[in-house]
């Protein structure tokens, strides 16, 4: 198989795509974006999620649980995010969990610990929640895409600790040395560099200074995008290889199939 772009983090059921999700799909596909693995936060999104899977040839499933939604049902001072409010998540871990095992996704995410949005009282829940769900990914051998927040420490101990196979680290926000330090002492494990990379120093850093087999690009779209105040667009992950081509004095095709061969690797595919 040809090497392709990859998108392993985008959130196109945001209602930004309500309008033209085919367009905006067609237009990653023509650029050669053909693995744009399309994260769930929620019961809503998970199920949309799937059906966009079966309507679109290059659309890969991951279902998750936001950190935000896994404690919802506690939160009484109104988020800065409108989300809906989830009452049972562990139906929805069971109903992942299915999915799961019934083969119809490519990864469990997003899902992680955050302390940007929440507080300490919602800690014990968020890694509840958490580890329910890092159990799915093992139990089932697919990898599990991270949200890891202002809590990038906690969030790789209890990695540790579980030890999955594979893990993406979504938009890392830790220390790099931190990083370099987790690749190297975990080889299954990656860490997905955002599209706004040319204008985030420690982004930079991660693609000049990460192990070549621990680099995978995502978009987090419709946030992060290279230029600010706009629409990010899975597309935009080719321009994340070409800078990694220039940092690393590499052709753009070194770079494309570098990154796709570390994506096969953690997605099997
Ligand atoms: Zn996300």
């Known amino acids: 198989m040809h090497s392709a772009y990859v998108d392993v983090h985008c959130h196109l059921t945001e209602s930004a795509y309500e309008l033209d999700l085919a367009a905006v799909i067609e237009r990653a596909r023509s650029r050669g974006v053909t693995q744009l693995v399309v994260n769930g936060v929620d019961p809503a ?13 290059t659309v890969r499933a991951a279902l998750g649980i936001y950190p935000i939604q896994a404690v ?9 995010i409108a989300v809906e409010v989830l009452q049972d998540p562990d139906a929805e871990i069971r109903f992942i969990a299915e999915q799961a095992q019934a083969g119809t996704i490519a990864a469990i995410g997003e899902c992680g610990l955050d302390a940007h949005w929440l507080g300490p ?26 949200h890891s927040r202002k809590m990038e420490v906690r969030t790789y101990e209890l990695l540790r600790e579980t030890n999955p196979e594979r893990v993406v680290f979504h938009c890392w926000g830790g220390r ?40 995978l690009t995502e978009t987090d779209s ?47 595919t």
């Open 45 to 57: 999104s998970n199920r949309q999620i799937l059906q966009m899977q079966r309507q679109y040839p």
């Open 72 to 80: 919802s049902r506690y939160l009484s001072a109104p988020l800065p």
């Open 121 to 146: 009282d919602t800690f014990a829940e968020q890694e509840r929640v958490f580890l329910a769900l890092v159990d799915v990914a093992k139990q089932n051998k697919l990898p599990v895409i991270v």
């Open 176 to 215: 790099v040395k931190k990083a370099v330090e987790i690749a190297q002492q975990h080889p299954g494990w990656a860490f997905s560099i955002p599209a706004n990379a040319r204008r985030n120093g420690a982004f930079e850093k991660m693609l000049c200074e990460l192990p070549e087999t621990s680099i």
């Open 222 to 268: 419709p946030y992060l995008s290279p230029q600010p105040a706009t629409r990010n667009e899975p597309q935009n992950v080719v321009d994340t290889i070409e800078f990694l081509a220039v940092l690393r004095h590499w052709k753009v095709e070194t770079a494309k199939d570098l990154v796709w061969r570390n994506f096969c690797r953690i997605f099997a």
